[in-house]
C-alpha cells in the first residue's frame, strides 16, 4: 500500500492509503448508503465516471464472487471508504477486495475522514474530484480536477450497456413445456444491471437485448409483447436520440421503465430532468406508493430526477421519495407505462418492489392475447 490524495473541486482535499490501480483518475464524487453489496455497487453501470464513497466504515470484509457481479467490470473511477479491512472471509471462494479493484484498474482510497467528506457532500452538492498516487500537490491536482468532464451533459449511457443485440432465454418455469417462455420483451440497455435480466428471465421473459442506439424500429422487429428501458449513467438529457425512440414506442407496446430508463420515458412524454444536489445512493430509501400508501425500503442509485409537473394528462405519479418528496414513479394505464426511479431487481436488496415486474407481466397480458 502507499499514500493516495484526494482532491475535491472546491479545494478541499484528504491523503489517506491507496490500494488498487495506481495513477490518477477523476469523476464526480458520490456517496453510498449501503451496509453491503459493495460488489454489485462497484460493477452498477450507473456509476460509470463516478468516484463512490462508502459511509458504513468497514468495506470489503466478505471479500467478492464472480456471480456477484452485475456487470463484466467495474463502473466507478474510483471507490472510498473510512476502510478496507486487509482480510476478509466469506463462503464459496473468491477474491479480496484490493485484488479486485487492482486487476480491474480502479484505485481505492481510504484511511481519512469520511464522515466529513459526506457532511461537505451533503451541504455543498456533489462535485469533480479526483484521486491520485502520482500526484502530491493539491493544487496541482485540482487544476486537473477543473479540466475534467461535468456529470452535466455527459452521455454516458450511449456507451455503458451492449453495443450488440443479444437474446436472453427465459427460465424454466414449472408446468411448461420449451423454455417457458410467457412473454417476448425487448429491452434497450442503457448499462442494465444484470438482476434486471435474470428477474424477467425468471417471470417467463425471452428478452432481446438492444444497444442505447436502437430505433424503434429494431426494437419493435423483435414482435416483443412489451419494452423495458434500463438503468445507466449520465445525463438524461444529453440522449435525445434516445428520448425520440422511447417517444416513438409510446402507445405501441407496454413499457416499463427503471432508473435512467423512468427519466428518458419521462422526457418523451415531455416532462423535463434535473440534477439533484447529492443524488439517492444506498439500500435504505423510502418511497410511498401514492396509491394505497404503503411505504417500500428501495434500492437507489441516481443524480437526475424527472419534473412530475411536465407530465401530460393520462400520467399520475405512482410513487414518492419520504426524504424529499421527489418523484420516484408514476403510471400511465392509457399509454400502458410503468416507471419508477428506484431499483425493484434490489442487487443487493431490499426486495421490497419486486411485485412490479408481476405488473408489468399484467401490462403485457392485457395487450398480447395471452
Given at each position: ?11 478541499t482535499h484528504f ?101 466529513s467528506l459526506v ?228 442487487a443487493p436488496g ?21
Open positions: 500500500m502507499s499514500g493516495g490524495l484526494l482532491v475535491l473541486e472546491d479545494g491523503r489517506g492509503e491507496s490500494v488498487g490501480a495506481p495513477g490518477t483518475f477523476f469523476g464526480e464524487i458520490v456517496f453510498n448508503t449501503s451496509m453491503t453489496g459493495y460488489q454489485e455497487v462497484l460493477t452498477d453501470p450507473s456509476y460509470r465516471g463516478q468516484l463512490v464513497l462508502m459511509t458504513t466504515s468497514h468495506v470489503g470484509n466478505y471479500g467478492g464472487r464472480a456471480e456477484e457481479a452485475e456487470s463484466p467490470r467495474i463502473q466507478p473511477s474510483g471507490f472510498l471508504a473510512r476502510d478496507f479491512p486487509r482480510v476478509w472471509s466469506g463462503s464459496g471462494g473468491g477474491f479480496g477486495l484490493a485484488e479486485y479493484l487492482a486487476e480491474g484498474g480502479v484505485p481505492g482510497l481510504f484511511g481519512f475522514d469520511t464522515r457532511r461537505r457532500l451533503r451541504s455543498l452538492g456533489v462535485m469533480r474530484a479526483g484521486i491520485s498516487t502520482e500526484i502530491d500537490d493539491p493544487a496541482e491536482l485540482k487544476k486537473k480536477v477543473e479540466e475534467s468532464p461535468q456529470m452535466e451533459g455527459s452521455a454516458l449511457a450511449r456507451t455503458a450497456g451492449t453495443d450488440a443485440v443479444y437474446f436472453s432465454a427465459a427460465a424454466q418455469l414449472p408446468g411448461t413445456a420449451g423454455n417457458g417462455a410467457r412473454f417476448r420483451v425487448s429491452a434497450i440497455d442503457y448499462g442494465m444491471k444484470r438482476n434486471l435480466l435474470r428477474l424477467l428471465n425468471g417471470a417467463g421473459c425471452d428478452v432481446t437485448v438492444f444497444p442505447a442506439s436502437a430505433t424503434a424500429a429494431d426494437v419493435l422487429a423483435a414482435e416483443p409483447d412489451g419494452v423495458f428501458l434500463s438503468n445507466g449513467p449520465g445525463d438524461p438529457s444529453a440522449l435525445p436520440e434516445c428520448v425520440e425512440t422511447v417517444a416513438s414506442l409510446v402507445g405501441q407496446k407496454p413499457i416499463f421503465g427503471v432508473c435512467l430508463g423512468h427519466q428518458i420515458l419521462g422526457r418523451a412524454l415531455g416532462a423535463d430532468t434535473f440534477k439533484l444536489k447529492f443524488g439517492h445512493r444506498g439500500g435504505n430509501h423510502p418511497v410511498q406508493d401514492a396509491d394505497g400508501g404503503a411505504v417500500a425500503i428501495t434500492s437507489q442509485n441516481h443524480g437526475f430526477a424527472v419534473d412530475p409537473r411536465g407530465l401530460p394528462a393520462g400520467a399520475r405519479v405512482s410513487h414518492v421519495n419520504l426524504n424529499d418528496g421527489t418523484l420516484e414513479g408514476f403510471r400511465d394505464p392509457g399509454r400502458r407505462i410503468l416507471a419508477v426511479q428506484f431499483h425493484p431487481e434490489g431490499p426486495h421490497d418492489s419486486r411485485s412490479l415486474f408481476p405488473e408489468f407481466l399484467a401490462l403485457m397480458d392485457s395487450g398480447a392475447g395471452h
